[in-house]
Nanobody, 130 residues
Framework: QTQLAESGGGLVEPGGALTLSCAIS????????ISWFRQAAGKKREGVSC???????????SYSDSVKVRFRTWRDYAKNTVELEMTSLKPEDTGVYYC????????????????????WGQGTQVTVSS
């Protein structure tokens, strides 16, 4: 059974940067994509970024329009994590950030709904405020 655990959240001033880490443990499927989602208080959960399965061009990534250029995600094979580097942070980036795995999928384009993802991590809080 695959388990995910996020870390790296915290309080940062506008314009600052944070890097979140999603640690992957347990048994993992042959094919799986990893996405980062976030949920602000009182708002719907939204997808932030996605990285393809290692078996499906593992370096290929995609981002929501709101974070494109500012955020970057990649796999750290040595640590078995998926990282999310966030720069030029804005107050509207505040929320709980979750990583989630879509088992059986090679490409992010195929795992287009949050319902495709299981398991999820417990989330890490990111607060952007002065």
């Amino acid at each position: 059974q695959t388990q995910l655990a996020e870390s790296g959240g915290g309080l940062v001033e506008p314009g600052g940067a944070l890097t979140l880490s999603c640690a992957i443990s347990g048994s993992t499927p042959v094919h799986y994509v990893i996405s980062w989602f976030r949920q602000a208080a009182g708002k719907k959960r939204e997808g932030v970024s996605c990285i393809n399965s290692v078996t499906g061009n593992g370096a290929s990534t995609s981002y929501s329009d709101s974070v494109k250029v500012r955020f970057r995600t990649w796999r750290d094979y040595a640590k078995n994590t998926v990282e999310l580097e966030m720069t030029s942070l804005k107050p509207e980036d505040t929320g709980v950030y979750y990583c989630a795995a879509a088992a059986g999928y090679r490409h992010c384009t195929s795992a287009s709904s949050a319902y495709d993802y299981e398991p999820w991590g417990q989330g890490t809080q990111v607060t952007v405020s002065s």
